[in-house]
């Protein structure tokens, strides 16, 4: 049985027990999170749309992180102009408890 849920503007396909790391949501670790559903397979019975609406998926925040660092490097040719800048991408990792549906 899996699922598609939709996270942070994100579509992921998800199953029990599974570690997934979304973009941050404000929430605790250790607190359970119920995510939008927007199709369930299981077997060969499927449930989208409105069906899927009906069924839930809750998870468990299992950390908060940064992805490791990109740099950005920016310049104009024969202008002496260079930038460079790091970035980190806050995620957060999500433990799928159940599939209900």
Known sequence: MY???ECGGKQ???EKDMLVKVEKI???VGANVEL???MVADGGNIKA???AAACKVTATVSSQGKAPKVLVFHYKSKK???KRQGHR???TE???VSIEG
């Open 94 to 96: 999500l433990k799928i």
């Open 49 to 51: 749309g409105t069906e």
């Open 36 to 38: 939008k559903v927007l």
């Open 26 to 28: 404000n929430a605790e």
């Open 3 to 5: 699922a598609i849920v």
């Open 89 to 91: 991408q806050p995620y």
């Open 80 to 82: 002496q102009i260079r």
């Open 12 to 14: 992921y396909k998800v």
